[in-house]
Nanobody
Framework: QVELVESGGGLVQAGGSLRLSCAAS????????LGWFRQAPGKEREFVAA????????AYADSVKGRFTISRDNAKNTVALQMNSLKPEDTAVYYC????????????????????WGQGTQVTVSS
C-alpha cells in the first residue's frame, strides 16, 4: 500500500513563497513519476507540475511555469513543490500523486494517469 502525505501549506501574501512537501511510503517510490495537482473551490482539479521517476524531466502548467519548481529526493521518498511569486489565483488545495505506470518516460499531466493521492494541503494567497 502506498501512502502520500502533504505538508507545508498555509496562508501567504501575494508575491510570497511556500514550499510544499510530500512524503511517500513504499519501497518502489523511486520507480514512479510524481505529480502535483490543485483544486480551487468550485473548480475542477488541475495539473500543476510533474517529475519523472529519475528526476531528469519535469512538466509544468503554463500558469505556474517560471514560478514553481518541482523536485524529488528518492533517498528520502519525498517530492517538493517550491512556489514563488504566489498569486491569489494560486489559492487551492494542493495534492501530490503517484503515476500508475512504472518507469514512464514522460511525467504525466493527466490526473487519470495517477493512482495514489495524498489528502491535500491548503494554500491560501491573500491579495
Amino acid at each position: 500500500q502506498v501512502e502520500l502525505v502533504e505538508s507545508g501549506g498555509g496562508l501567504v501574501q501575494a508575491g510570497g513563497s511556500l514550499r510544499l512537501s510530500c512524503a511517500a511510503s513504499g519501497r518502489t517510490f523511486s520507480s514512479y513519476a510524481l505529480g502535483w495537482f490543485r483544486q480551487a473551490p468550485g473548480k475542477e482539479r488541475e495539473f500543476v507540475a510533474a517529475i519523472r521517476w529519475s528526476g531528469g524531466r519535469t512538466a509544468y502548467a503554463d500558469s505556474v511555469k517560471g514560478r514553481f519548481t518541482i523536485s524529488r529526493d528518492n533517498a528520502k521518498n519525498t517530492v517538493a513543490l517550491q512556489m514563488n511569486s504566489l498569486k491569489p489565483e494560486d489559492t487551492a488545495v494542493y495534492y501530490c500523486a503517484r503515476d500508475r505506470i512504472i518507469y514512464s518516460n514522460d511525467p504525466p499531466i493527466s490526473a487519470a494517469r495517477y493512482d495514489y493521492w495524498g489528502q491535500g494541503t491548503q494554500v491560501t494567497v491573500s491579495s
